[in-house]
């Protein structure tokens, strides 16, 4: 356990390599993640505005009344037709 093994030195030398030999490459993704953030708050603003612009959806259509589904009226029952 006092000792490390090989992969804990791999990570300590890949991270003093990002850190020190990077060569602003942190900021850089830094600056490029902050425009992301920036892009997808103004695209939720849009889509947000945008909703207020459409109509509602229409109504579904309603099925087409046959003989079969046809009510029944009490008058045309009556006059035998």
């Known amino acids: 356990m006092g000792s490390f093994s090989i992969w ?3 990570i300590v030398l890949a991270l ?3 850190l ?3 060569g602003g490459k942190i900021p850089k993704l830094m600056g490029d993640m902050a425009k ?3 892009a997808f ?3 939720l603003k849009d889509g947000e505005a945008g909703a207020d612009d459409h109509p509602p959806a229409a ?3 309603q099925a087409a ?3 079969e589904t ?3 009226n009490n008058h045309d029952v009556a006059a035998g037709h």
Do not use: C
Request: charged share 10%; proline share 12%.
């Open 16 to 18: 003093v390599l990002l």
């Open 41 to 43: 708050k103004q695209g």
């Open 59 to 61: 109504p579904a259509p």
């Open 65 to 67: 009344v046959t003989a």
């Open 36 to 38: 992301g953030v920036k």
């Open 70 to 72: 046809k009510p029944v």
């Open 20 to 22: 020190f030999g990077g």
């Open 8 to 10: 804990h030195w791999l």
